[in-house]
């Protein structure tokens, strides 16, 4: 099956489960879709993601003044109109998944900001969810713990120290402590995935 006829799957899947899906072609594709979304003086909150750096959509929200709302300041944050993330992978069914430490990306995908805007590169595509959780433990929290200078077994050996999803290190500086599946939603539309076929993050 060719990626085109994947990607078709993964859009059908997502609206069966209450999610917009759009797939784009490039990362200035997406940024356009994502300035269409927001309105002037919307109040956003951001996970802390490579691919919304990576995509461009970090410089373009700070050049044209949107709200950005500190993450520390959790009343707003689960008050606000948009969360802008990446996820951590999303499965041809249809799922995203995500792992989170801190959780407050986690928590505001599941709850508070009224409309929630995933920006995922092709990469983050797996075929189902036992490959989203392999994808975290050997890519995404790997090169996380690196980025963030976390001291991980994974940021030295490249890899989870098992590939059970509920095994992890017993590190202080563990960024696996919760672990979402967004499946079917109430909230229809509440959630879009914006697939850029592009490489974006990890
Ligand atoms: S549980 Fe620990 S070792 Fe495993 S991926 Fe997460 S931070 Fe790395």
Redesign the pocket.
Known sequence: MSIYMDINNVISNLNKNNMQAVYVEDRSQAIELVKEMLFKNASIVTGGSVTLSECGITQMLSDEGYNILDRSDKSAMFNADFLLSSTNALTEDGILYNVDGASNRVACLCYGPKKVIIIAGINKVVKNIEQAVLR??HIA??KN?VRLN?K????HTGR???DDINI??A?P????CNYVITAMQRDKGRITVIIVNEELGY
Request: glycine share 4%; with cysteine.
């Open positions: 975290v433990k929290a790997p713990c976390r991980t077994p994974c940021a989870c120290i098992s992890g290190c590190s500086d563990r960024i696996c």
